[in-house]
């Protein structure tokens, strides 16, 4: 309908055509609506001001940030009591818009957003000066117009947001950037965090020390809290989590702006994925910066907030990054206190029962190996859990980031009391154990003696089952031709089960006095003093030993 009505090559039409193209917009255009337009142009019955065109007129009048209420028509006598009593012009001196007297409950900030919609500019664009200064956002007109006489006249004064230069490096136009994810603009935002993100996303010597003396680091955690943007809440929290991964004094320069609690709502009430997935991640890191961090986090209630991701995320880099931030909640001495760790006990096993994801299962393992690293009652918490089965169980998993954890696992449940080491026994690890003993890694065949040597020291039944299974052969084979720390474990195995007078012999036959023999001659006082331990006890296992069965290991008690 107005492009019907307008003048060729010109925005000047007839007032009354205008008005009757506007009642044909908005049945509920009002005298006062269209009165209030026509004191914005400069001719009597034209809209011809220059910066005023048309298309923004009916911007403002139908959109604009300060429309009249459409409950109450002013009176004829309420109109021509409204007084012109602001003009906002450009420096050049062409209006822009003019307030009455009706209309300046408005702030600063709006008017700024007023005039920029008119001009085309964003509202960052824009500053407005009068009183020789610039107008403060948080002034009102009308305080503005309380000690003038005569109408305000404002300038506005335009100066566009720089944009990036695509023939420069990012990382020389950070200014820019700054400028660009301070700006009030959505598209800037975005912008600038993805390209924040992006530098900080750099393999190696990423400029996160450079980013945070930037000063925009307040400003990622403000827009990241704006819900209705979840693409600008992924993208800076991306920002924000790449910063948390950096060093300690980073890392506290980010928990120092409140980030925690910060991170947290938003994890509680995002409905994205993605956005949850940045922020659990972002907590996650922080909270394996260190204990201090870690409790922060939980102390604001982080497990249940992770916990809940756990319980209903779908996508499997979600899924990981959660177990990952859970088992971050689980490390560190001292331990946090146990009844902030239980919670997330069933979690863990369900996804160790159902997942096949590598990364789940690994996390989910080491998370359990944190926790039974500890007190007995601790030890206690995950056998009740009833996970134990399936932890034995990943001991023979083909990947070594599942095994390895589960193989820490079972050798902490092991130094628990007898009844918590029976728990283990009972599913049988044996087998796994035998098989990961000839593992290429080191570390591996340490573990499993490690392990071994701490149920040799428990009761009998426990050190004949070990002897059952044939390790006392591996013992002896380790602690001769193995790398140092494994010999050492294999000493402490041999020496430990040796204290049962009652298996002396079977390890006298597997070559155990031969292997301590030459372990004699190792310059390591602790290797030293696990032979003189275990050559302590065969001598007392001679003089309790029946005649009959010294026949049977022959020349081995002669070198004793």
Known sequence: CFRKHQIEGDDVMDWKVFSEVLRSLDSQCTDAQLELLRRRGEGEATLSAPGMRLESALKWIFSGPKRPSLKKKKTNEELEALIEALRVRTASGALILTLDSGSMDRSVMQLRAEVGALLGRCVDEVKLIAFQRQLEDGETCQSLVASEVDCLEVTAITQEIPQLDNSIPVLEQLDVLKQMIMSSSLEYQIDSATHLRKILSVEANPPIQRVLELGVAPRLLELSQQMSTPQLQFETLWAILNIVSGNAHQTQAIVD????????KILKESASEDVQDQAVWAIGNIAGDSVPHRDLCIANQGMPAVLQVLETCKKVSGLRNAMWTVSNFFRGAPKPNLDDLRPALPLLTRHLRESTDVEVLTDALWSLSYISDGPNHYIQAVIDAEVVPRVVQLLRHESAGVHTPALRTVGNLVTGDDLQTDMVLNNDPFGAVMQLMASPKMKIRKECCWLLSNICAGPLYQVQQIRDHGFFDQFSIMARDAELSVRKEAAFAIANASEKTEVINDLMKAGCM?????????????????????ISNLRKGLDEMPPSQLDDVGCGWAKV
Do not use: G, N, W
């Open 257 to 264: 702006l409140d980030a925690v609690p910060i991170l947290l």
């Open 514 to 534: 031969t292997a301590m023999h030459e372990l004699m001659d190792s310059h390591d006082h602790k290797m030293q003093d696990l032979c003189l331990t275990f």
